[in-house]
Antibody
Framework: QLHLQESGPRLAKSSETLSLTCTVS??????????WGWLRQPPGKGLEWIGS???????YYNPSLESRGTISVDTSQNRFSLRLTSATAADTAVYYC???????????????WGLGTLVTVSS | QSVLTQPPSVSAAPGQKVTISCSGS????????VSWYQHLSGTAPKLLIY???KRPSGIPDRFSGSKSGASATLAITGLQTGDEADYFC???????????FGAGTKVTVL
């Protein structure tokens, strides 16, 4: 059974970079027809997709993030990471990592998720 | 404001049926597959339905999905107390070039 777990600072400073890591266990991150994604849910709001990356290098981001996000996959450690620059209070949210089915140009559903971690951005 | 529209809550007695609607547009539900997720407090979201109406291994057939035009529906039959959770729909939006979701529907078993 695949297991994903988010880790990283629970507090980020405004204008600085928010960083999280998702460790994958129970399966390889180097798998062809799957991407590795980040999503978030601000308090009282709906879920927002941040972006997804394939171990081969293809990466897709939500245009609403205005190029502030970077997702990288580390096959040697079987984990992937998120960096979100110029953080503001609006980035305060529960952040989830998840595996996304699909191929380049055709991203589909998310079949395994982490528990989520609350990150608060404050000055 | 979520791109996909879901009712905030639905409820029914044990053993009964509930349906949850998910409304979108031609740029999302109308031309892409819909998936449904169950989120119990304190646990990881779980995939219930993908490709409009397919169930992953281990998901009971009490859960079913359908799609018509720019709307999708999740049905839960034989409602159990363990089904109390938030349920949300998701799909790809071709115009936004992004995965989009509904705000979620809370299911209460009376």
């Amino acid at each position: 059974q695949l297991h994903l777990q988010e880790s990283g600072p629970r507090l980020a400073k405004s204008s600085e970079t928010l960083s999280l890591t998702c460790t994958v266990s129970g399966g390889s991150i180097s798998i062809t027809n799957f991407f590795w994604g980040w999503l978030r849910q601000p308090p009282g709001k709906g879920l927002e997709w941040i972006g997804s990356s394939h171990y081969g290098g293809s990466t897709y981001y939500n245009p609403s993030l205005e190029s502030r996000g970077t997702i990288s996959v580390d096959t040697s450690q079987n984990r992937f990471s998120l960096r979100l620059t110029s953080a503001t209070a609006a980035d305060t949210a529960v952040y989830y990592c998840a595996r996304q089915s699909g191929v380049s140009g055709d991203l589909e559903h998310f079949d395994y998720w982490g528990l989520g971690t609350l990150v608060t951005v404050s000055s | 404001q979520s791109v996909l529209t879901q009712p905030p809550s639905v409820s029914a007695a044990p053993g009964q049926k509930v349906t949850i609607s998910c409304s979108g547009s031609s740029s999302n539900i109308g031309n892409n597959f819909v998936s449904w997720y169950q989120h119990l407090s304190g646990t990881a979201p779980k995939l219930l339905i993908y490709d409009n109406n397919k169930r992953p291994s281990g998901i009971p057939d009490r859960f079913s999905g359908s799609k018509s035009g720019a709307s999708a529906t999740l049905a839960i039959t034989g409602l159990q107390t363990g089904d109390e959770a938030d349920y949300f729909c998701g799909t790809w939006d071709t115009s936004l070039s992004a995965a989009v979701f509904g705000a979620g529907t809370k299911v209460t078993v009376l």
